[in-house]
């Protein structure tokens, strides 16, 4: 095969309808880059000798060690069938769940994808991870099982067994795109079910419910995978086969006489042939017949390989023949049968053509966009279409048409920025010289020649003498032009030098991106809009039509830039290009000062942003980084900052601390994250913090039971000291804290007093808090424009329905005495006004709720109005850090039980608020004489007006004892940052006054491992503090599926453990899960004789708990309490004796 040129490319790019834009998605290993190998071998790109070995879009040196790919790479073919020419532009993601950001970047440039699955492991998590997210995108999908070789020469299974375990794995694939699907329709029967509700008003009694119906309505068949439909190949990508049962349907119905379509719809199937009566049956197995599929296809495969295998030349030479093929001498002599393999199926079924033509019949071109994608694609977080502007709503028939014509709007997608070798840009590159160069060189050679042996005579004729006497002294005296000569030389090569560090040090960022509509130029002026930018803001300033240049008037999250290069992406091979059109993936130099990590770029100022991408993973695991030479922190700066415009899911902080902090993924992405920092993008030796893990702290219900499972109570307390000393250091003089835990304070000024309670949250209240947590967010902004009285975006229905559910749910889990009332008593959620805890108010006299935007909106006018910001941001940074270690808070409840101002207090404030106020009221008050009772004019009257005092309502000596206390409250600061802190220590001693615990992130953790190294497996598990939760036996296999789950304390290193364990037998797959409370205690101390007799007086048996905290704290440089020496009279004995 020829290699495509460029020029063909591009003619290609133009035939929309020809174009299918696909990625490769699969579960870590299970072929995808092989896969890939074989399809570029058929463009010529690569030898087929070497596809599947070189793994050529593998072309990081980490990937090629660690033989897993880390992002995202996309390349050109070009494949031809019949008189059609298609351009496949194809995106090998990795499988790898630490890299799953890189497979969202991907999917959004696809209209379709191939899911590759190991016929051996089967459907595994990320499978139905991948499945999600192209059922997410709106992406059609169709089936590569791939590693049938396995079966045959691992697990070596016959035929008829392989056909039952392929059949099987088809099942399983189908069982989760049926899930998916069905959730669907349900979701969206519910939704009109609800519409047609609020239009007509039924009499509940009337329905009847029918949940079934809105699956039967629904075509789902080209949904399902079946080799009859077309869309699934079986495949071997390592030996170079694959085949779509077309194939042999062809084949065969010219052999045995039968219509295609009718061998078509029963190769696959419990069909047989009743050779006598040369007819199709139904039913195999009960008359104990060979299905088809195994008598016509895979007895074959199976024959070839045993003959191979068994180097049975005769048999091989005979199979060749018959099947028409020319092998090369060379690898029908090669001493590895593999090579073998290769060189026979690659001809017979080649894999190239067979997925390829699956890609071009059964997925889609960019003209078959279907609208519901681009209605997704336009609406961003909860609104709907209809609420865009009308502009921006015809813009949805350009994304339909996808059309190149000059007119249409520009619409482009940048998924992604990624780093490229500046060596590897087109212009960067050496390129062949032209005949008349060659001569202009070769002139100047035998020129700068001629020179040389010019100079070297002269200085032979001067240096002869001393030369000979003393080489190194005075051998620099000598020829002066010679030695200016190599001089200039040297500047000229060290400044070219520096010009080379320069464009070395300049990481140049290509956006990986789609035009969905228009044709981009290179040298084009656009807009770029941020993922926040708002077309109905900018419509008032602009017209629609508005052409993008640099001076138009500023609209935020939208600016203008240049698209100084076009690429076509040909895998590490970049070619420059003039323009593109519509449905084509990209890659456009210079916009690395514009755009951060991805963007939505347009000619139109109406264009809306896209949805951002739907990332499957959290980041979870931190380290602070720093460099071992302290001078290279700006490099560190700049290389962190590039590192975060190069990886889609990596997060970069500098923390209050300073501490410059990475979070990733998982490991394997955390050491990409530091290998890229430290070779590429800071160029520096960096220096890398144990992980950081992150914690939660809580409080639970005091425990029933002691540490040695006496009940508690009954026992007899032996050191009850340990306990009043603790409890002595907790709660310092002047605060009250009742047996129930009420906490009573007031703030420094004695102004104002607060009683807070804490009480745990039930744990599906912290599930729905931290579920609908955008939905929260979305509560706060809606209300804090109710309270500015600013016009507030349209409220749309959707999100009102959704709040209202949420807070049903809400009502439904917080049932009993305790919680009565308490939903419409919320005041906040926390920290960060959305995460899991929450605060109630519980007083007379105030009635501002979280469901203010539900439209009962109460204008609160008591005299609580002015701080309750104080309040609720006290609460947040109570539930920022938590007394244990100075970790967020999870699933706590803190209610203000009473909250007094005493007149003073609210005096003080308003005048240190109000101060301008004041002046006002000054004028009037001597104009009428009597006095309202609003506290400003109190404070007014009571500093500047002491003299007249008919005008105020209380004696003299009580005015000036209020002076005094208000002079003395203002020592202390403003009075609302006084209720801050003492909310936030209210809180603080609400929670010691219960009992805390640590919550601790929980991975979930899948592994395969064959039942020999099963108690290795355990034996690791065990150690680190995992716990099995399932167990079961992989159907035809010896592999078991183990799901546990891992502290994340406890993971690091694991995936190693497990695999040197195990001899590389098995390997997890870790997972963010959740956070688990952690059950010991962490100021535990035995209190009980039990205790004592079990523990001992130092109970210095592990509690894992305090370890946590203890080892957070010292991180942080909090004090920690250790017992360093413990009996230090025993080693001064010690030390006399000797
Ligand atoms: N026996 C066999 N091995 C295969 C086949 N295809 C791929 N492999 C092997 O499986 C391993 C993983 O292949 P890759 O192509 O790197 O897998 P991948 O899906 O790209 O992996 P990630 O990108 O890391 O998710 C390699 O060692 C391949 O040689 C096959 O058809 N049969
Ligand atoms: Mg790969």
Same mark, same amino acid.
């Given at each position: ?602 000619? @139109? ?8 991408? %739907?990332?499957? $993973? *959290?980041?979870? +695991?931190?380290?602070?980084?720093? /460099? ?110 009742? @047996? ?8 420094? %000024?004695?102004? $104002? *007093?607060?009683? +807070?309670?804490?009480?745990?949250? /039930? ?376």
């Amino acid at each position: 095969m020829v290699l495509t040129s460029v020029g063909k490319m591009v003619a290609l790019q133009k035939q929309t309808s020809g174009i299918r834009n696909i990625c490769i998605l699969a579960h870590v290993d299970h072929g995808k880059t092989t896969l890939a190998d074989c399809l570029i071998s058929s463009n010529g790109i690569i030898s087929s000798r070497l596809a599947g070995k070189l793994r050529y879009l593998d072309s990081r040196e980490d990937e090629q060690i660690r033989g897993i790919t880390m992002k995202s790479s996309a390349i050109s073919l070009h494949f031809v069938k019949g008189d059609q020419e298609y351009l496949i532009n194809l995106i090998d993601s990795p499988g790898h769940v630490d890299f799953s950001s890189e497979v969202s970047t991907a999917v959004r440039l696809c209209d379709g994808c191939i899911i590759v699955v190991d016929a051996v492991e089967g459907v595994c998590p990320q499978t139905q991870a991948v499945l999600r997210q192209a059922w997410l995108e709106n992406i059609r999908p169709v089936l590569v099982i791939n590693k049938i070789d396995r079966l045959i020469v691992e697990l070596k299974l016959t035929p008829q067994e392989a056909y039952l375990h392929l059949k099987n794995i088809l099942e399983q694939i189908n069982a989760v795109t049926g899930a998916l699907f069905t959730s669907k329709v349900l979701e969206e029967r519910a939704e009109k079910e609800s519409e047609s509700e609020s239009i007509s008003d039924t009499a509940p009694g009337d329905q009847i419910y029918d949940w079934s119906a809105g699956l039967e309505d629904t075509d789902d068949s080209h949904l399902y995978f079946s080799p009859d439909r077309g869309n699934v190949v079986f495949a071997s990508a390592v030996d170079g086969w694959g085949f779509g049962i077309e194939h042999f349907a062809k084949l065969y119905s010219q052999k045995i006489g039968i219509k295609p379509a009718v061998l078509l719809k029963t190769l696959w199937g419990d069909y047989y042939l009743n050779t006598k009566a040369k007819k199709i049956m139904k039913g195999d197995q009960s008359k104990g017949k060979k299905p088809l599929f195994v008598q016509l296809v895979l007895d074959n495969i199976w024959s070839l390989y045993e003959a191979v295998m068994k180097r049975d030349k005769e048999k091989i030479e005979k199979i060749v023949t018959s099947l028409g093929l020319k092998i090369g001498a060379r690898e029908s002599r090669h001493t590895d049968p593999k090579v073998q393999l290769n060189a026979i199926c690659s001809q017979w079924l080649p894999i190239s053509d067979a997925v390829l033509s699956m890609v071009c019949n059964k997925l889609p071109s960019p003209l078959d966009i279907t609208a519901e994608r681009v209605e997704k694609l336009m609406c961003v977080g909860a609104r709907t279409f209809d609420s865009l502007p009308p502009e921006t709503q015809e813009l949805k028939s350009a994304f339909m048409k996808c059309s190149s014509e000059g007119t249409a709007p520009v619409i482009v997608f940048v998924s992604k920025m990624f780093p490229v070798d500046a060596k590897a840009l087109p212009h960067n590159k050496p390129r062949p010289l032209t005949q008349e160069e060659i001569a202009h060189r070769r002139e100047l050679a035998k020129q700068r020649h001629a020179e040389k042996l010019a100079a070297n005579q002269g200085k032979e004729l001067s240096e002869k003498p001393p030369s000979e006497n003393s080489p190194e002294g005075t051998g620099n005296t000598g020829d002066t032009k010679g030695e200016e000569q190599q001089l200039t030389g040297q500047v000229e090569s060290v400044t070219s030098k520096a010009t080379k560090q320069e464009a070395d040090n300049k990481e140049p960022f290509i956006a990986f991106a789609r035009v969905f509509s228009g044709v981009v130029h290179k040298g084009q002026k656009i807009f770029v809009l941020g993922p926040k930018y708002d077309p109905a803001e900018s419509l008032h300033k602009l017209s629609s039509q508005c052409p993008a240049t640099d001076e138009l008037p500023l609209v935020p999250h939208m600016t203008c830039c240049t698209l100084e290069n076009l690429y076509l992406l040909m895998g590490r091979e970049l070619e420059d290009l003039e323009e593109v059109p519509a449905g084509n993936v990209l890659g456009i130099g210079g916009l690395q000062d514009f755009v951060l990590k991805s963007a939505t770029l347009s000619t @139109s100022p109406a264009c809306p942003p896209f949805t951002p991408l %739907n990332f499957e $993973a *959290t980041p979870i +695991v931190r380290v602070a980084v720093e /460099p071992k030479h302290p001078s290279d922190m700006p490099q560190l700066v700049r290389g962190m900052k590039l590192l975060n415009q190069a990886d889609p899911c990596v997060q970069v902080l500098i923390q209050e601390t300073g501490e410059h902090v990475l979070v990733t993924a998982g490991e394997v992405h955390l050491q990409r994250c530091l290998d890229d920092l430290k070779e590429r993008f800071a160029k520096i030796q960096i220096s890398v913090s144990a992980p950081i893990i992150p914690f939660r702290e809580t409080i639970t219900r005091p425990p029933k039971v002691d540490m040695v499972n006496e009940e508690i109570g009954k026992q007899q307390k032996v050191a009850v000291i340990h306990q009043t000393k603790e409890d002595q250091t907790k709660i310092p003089e002047g605060i009250q804290v009742d @047996s129930d835990g009420l906490v009573t304070i007031s703030t420094p %000024n004695k102004q $104002a *007093t607060l009683s +807070v309670k804490a009480m745990p949250l /039930p744990e599906e209240v912290t599930r729905l808090l931290e579920e609908n947590s955008d939905l929260i967010r979305t509560m706060e902004q809606l209300n804090t424009s109710l309270n500015e009285d600013k016009k507030s975006h349209e409220i749309n229905q959707k999100t009102l329905d959704r709040i209202k559910e949420f807070k049903q749910k809400l009502e439904q889990n917080l049932q009993g005495r305790k919680w009565r009332n308490a939903v419409d008593h919320i005041w906040s959620f926390g920290p960060r006004k959305c995460g899991p805890n929450i605060l109630l108010h519980n007083f007379e006299g105030y009635k501002r709720s979280v469901w203010q935007c539900l439209g009962n909106s109460v204008k609160e006018v008591s005299k609580y109005r002015d701080f309750d910001n104080s309040i609720v941001s006290g609460f947040q940074l109570a539930t920022l850090s938590g007394p244990m270690c100075e970790e967020p808070l999870m699933g706590v409840c803190f209610t203000v039980e009473k909250w007094e101002i005493n007149k003073v207090g609210e005096m003080l404030s308003t005048s240190t608020q109000d101060s301008g106020e004041c002046d006002a009221t000054e004028h009037k008050q001597s104009e009428d004489t009597t006095l309202t009772s609003s506290c400003t004019d109190e404070v007014c009257s009571a500093n500047e007006h002491q003299d007249n005092s008919q005008s105020v309502p209380k004696s003299p000596e009580k005015m000036s004892k209020h002076k005094g206390e208000a002079l003395l409250a203002d020592c202390y600061g403003p009075f609302s940052g006084q209720l801050i802190a003492t909310m936030k220590e209210a809180c603080r001693y609400a929670l010691q006054a219960k009992p805390q615990r640590l919550m601790a992130a929980m991975y979930t953790c899948e592994i395969m491992a064959t039942a020999e190294v099963l108690g290795r497996v355990y034996a690791v598990l065990s150690k680190r503090e995992g716990r099995v939760l399932q167990e079961e036996m992989k159907e035809g296999t010896d592999v078991f599926i183990i799901k546990a789950v891992l502290p994340v304390a406890e993971s690091f290193g694991f995936a190693d453990e497990i695999r040197k364990r195990t001899s590389g037998l098995a390997s997890p797959q870790l997972v963010f899960s959740h956070w688990e409370i952690i059950s010991s205690d962490p100021f535990w101390v035995p209190t009980t004789e039990e205790e004592y007799l079990h523990f001992g007086e130092k109970a210095d048996s592990e509690n894992q708990a305090r370890k946590y905290m203890n080892a957070v704290r010292k991180r942080k440089g909090l004090y920690v309490e250790e017992k360093i020496v413990e009996h230090a009279e025993k080693q001064r004995t010690l030390s006399k004796n000797k």
